[in-house]
């Protein structure tokens, strides 16, 4: 079946990086558009980036130039390097398979939460 597992996360300050991993496994990872998408306490998720099968990236504006999406199609693997953390990229972050619309998002991991706080 299907398995997404989030890693990476903690508790940083702000303009601390940290870089999340998604070990994927049941699919095609290869063939497979991916997303990070997050969840701040209180608030609705927010798609925050994704890499198509060929290696394209895509940002939300809250995000571009700070985050780096990356994926290792050898190890099913998907990154998230997050650099210059803000306090308001607090959040629970999830690994899905789909696309910036929301296309094909039918599999999500149970997250991985980031803390921005001095």
């Known amino acids: 079946q299907v398995q997404l597992v989030e890693s990476g996360g903690g508790m940083v300050q702000p303009g601390g990086s940290l870089r999340l991993s998604c070990a994927a496994s049941?699919?095609?990872?290869?063939?497979?558009?991916m997303s990070w998408v997050r969840q701040a306490p209180g608030k609705g998720p927010e798609w925050v980036s994704a890499?198509?099968?060929?290696?394209?990236?895509y940002y939300a504006d809250s995000v571009k130039g700070r985050f780096t999406i990356s994926r290792d199609n050898a190890q099913n693997t998907l990154y998230l390097q997050m650099n210059s953390l803000k306090p308001e990229d607090t959040a629970l972050y999830y690994c899905?398979?789909?696309?910036?619309?929301?296309?094909?998002?039918?599999?999500w991991g149970k997250g991985t939460l980031v803390t921005v706080s001095s």
């Open positions: 899905a398979t789909g696309d910036y619309s929301g296309n094909g998002m039918n599999y």
């Open positions: 049941g699919f095609t990872f290869s063939r497979t558009f």
């Open positions: 890499s198509n099968t060929g290696g394209t990236t």
